[in-house]
């Protein structure tokens, strides 16, 4: 029998809501015990709602508890490198949410970190433990549309208007490029290894991020992969795979998807469903981390942390090419 595994979230915002939601249905796997947070009312608020038997005011006394197994960090990127660093410095194995830091030094130092105290560490990309991720990771094998040419990946909403969210706040790591533009990057690298060119383009908005971006990496064997990013646009959430023989067409929202359509040299086209149930997705990469855990891993194949490193170096370029930085850069780990 699996063991069940004992865990923390810090951070009590959207994302970490959902992540507790998500282990609250495993819980033949998944103990949801602690919460910590920078402010005891919204600790509690958030522990009464997910049924949750600790809650902390400061991240320290979750670190300092010896019940908990691992951590999922929900916080800011631009505090990533702080809160895992003091994980792993507490013994605690680390899930900490994309981007895993806001740049490859930081990126660097954490996993360093994280291999010289041998415990685990994984950026939260959940969208790579998708079903349907898995199975077009298996159709792609079977060579199921050709030789594969390129990836279309598109990522646009209306974040709320409000210049105090932290998606228009560059001192939190704000701008759609590390939180939308990410997904597509991280895929085509997963597809295609790392790009021999990459060219950004961003729309800077009045707060300084950027509101809108876009991507064009261009891969060893000649694949091309296009990204778009915004978040003052109507959802447009789909992406294509496109081959010599045929594409696949992962429907809205491709990043956590149920649908998806083959279409191949002739055959019609072919509708794939893997509903999620009661599943709102994130329990896919929780099972993941846990099992890896129980084998000893301290890394997960499907996510492993020298691609983490590597995509945000990608990202490091992009934002080179623009000249931006964020406020926070240039501190040294914890």
Known sequence: ??????????????????????????????????????????????????????????????????????????????????????????????????????????????????????????????????????????????????DLRGLIANFTTTAPADPENRFYDVKLGGGVLLDLGSYGISWAYKLFGPPEEVTGLPSFGETGADYQSAYVLRHGGGQITTVTASMIAHDVKEAVLFGSKGKIVVHDPWYKPHTMTIYTDGTGPRLIEMPLGKYNGYEYEALAVMDCIRDGKTECPVMPLDESLEIIKIIDKIRDQWGFKYPTEGRQLP
């Open 1 to 146: 029998m699996k063991k069940r595994m004992r865990w923390a979230i810090l951070g009590t915002g959207k994302i970490a809501k959902r992540f507790a939601a998500a282990l609250n249905n495993i819980p033949g796997h998944a103990q949801l015990l602690a919460v910590g947070s920078r402010n005891r009312k919204t600790a509690d608020e958030f522990a009464d709602t997910y049924n949750i038997k600790k809650r902390y005011e400061g991240y320290e006394n979750v670190i300092s508890d010896p019940e908990i197994d691992i951590v999922y960090i929900g916080t800011p990127g631009v505090f990533h490198l702080r809160d895992a660093a003091m994980c792993l410095e507490g013994s605690k194995h680390v899930l900490c949410e994309k981007v895993l830091t806001i740049n490859a030094k930081e990126a660097k130092s954490l996993i360093e970190l994280a291999r010289a105290r041998r415990l685990f560490l994984m950026e939260a990309m959940w969208t790579r433990f998708f079903p349907i991720h898995v199975r077009i990771r298996e159709l792609l094998a079977e060579n199921i549309i050709g």
